[in-house]
């Protein structure tokens, strides 16, 4: 089990961890600490609004560090995914020529692009976010429960090349006993949210939950199933989405 854990972080993830073989036991557990990375991305977000509290830092360098601290945690490997599945949805090409596209290793115009939009409005959104009492927790869940969903994606819903680093990890495990345990995750995410903070949890539960609805929309239509990248690209989208939520129910609390 602890072989597992190592992987999930050594994977997706670049924390110091042991290193450690990947045989298919090892494997068939790995997906499902993949929530634990998120968890420790969200203690270290803590601790960084923490500290912009404590020394009155303002919105732009705190929301600078919220956004970059995942980003150099996890290696970038999802923003990587995220701009690969932008350059194969902005070709509007078939659905193989996308997952060839997927799997090129060259940059193109739209991945720049989106990647350059994405980074200022999740920047803008962080600007707007005010992280206190509950809602300071709330955001700091998020990261898990980004990856929990993924990570619920990918044993649920077919692989679209059926091979793949993705693949690496689903094929040897059991996909009902990781459903249960990522759907625990999740269900665990969500009620922390709500109990934390009711207003704000639902928002940012909500938000979670369209975007996984937009997920597997996107995925079935456009590939005809997910791969690693289309997992990273819903992670980006899942976290921006989140704080956003957070921002849009802190205004209208205001207003009610």
Not at 107 to 125: N, P, S
Request: contains cysteine; aromatic residues 10%.
């Amino acid at each position: 089990m602890m072989r597992s854990l190592w992987i999930a972080v050594a994977m997706y993830s670049k924390l110091p961890v042991p290193q450690v073989e990947w045989d298919r036991k090892s494997l068939s557990w790995a997906l499902c600490f993949f929530p634990v990375v998120g968890v420790v991305i969200g203690l270290l977000l803590g601790l960084w609004l923490e500290l912009c509290a404590l020394l009155d830092i303002g919105p732009w360098l705190r929301a600078a560090g919220a956004l970059l601290l995942p980003v150099a945690v996890s290696g970038a490997i999802h923003l990587d995914g995220f701009c690969d599945t932008a350059d194969a949805l902005g070709s509007h090409q078939p659905r193989e020529k996308k997952l060839e596209i997927l799997k090129d290793s060259h940059t193109g115009a739209f991945a720049i692009i989106c990647c350059c939009l994405y980074l200022i409005t999740f920047f803008a959104v962080w600007c707007e976010a005010e992280p206190a009492g509950g809602t300071f927790w709330v955001l700091c869940l998020g990261p898990a429960l980004s990856r929990s969903l993924s990570g619920l994606a990918a044993c649920s819903w077919p692989n679209a090349r059926g091979s793949g680093l993705l693949a690496t990890f689903t094929q040897p495990m059991d996909a009902k006993r990781a459903r249960v345990v990522l759907v625990l995750w999740v269900i665990g995410c969500c009620a922390g949210m709500l109990w934390l903070d009711l207003w704000a949890g639902a928002f940012t539960v909500a938000g979670a939950l369209l975007s996984f609805l937009y997920y597997r929309v996107m995925s079935t239509r456009q590939f005809g199933g997910v791969t690693g990248d289309l997992a990273g690209f819903f992670l980006q989208i899942c976290e921006c989405a989140m704080v956003l939520q957070v921002v849009l129910a802190q205004r209208i609390e205001v207003l009610l």
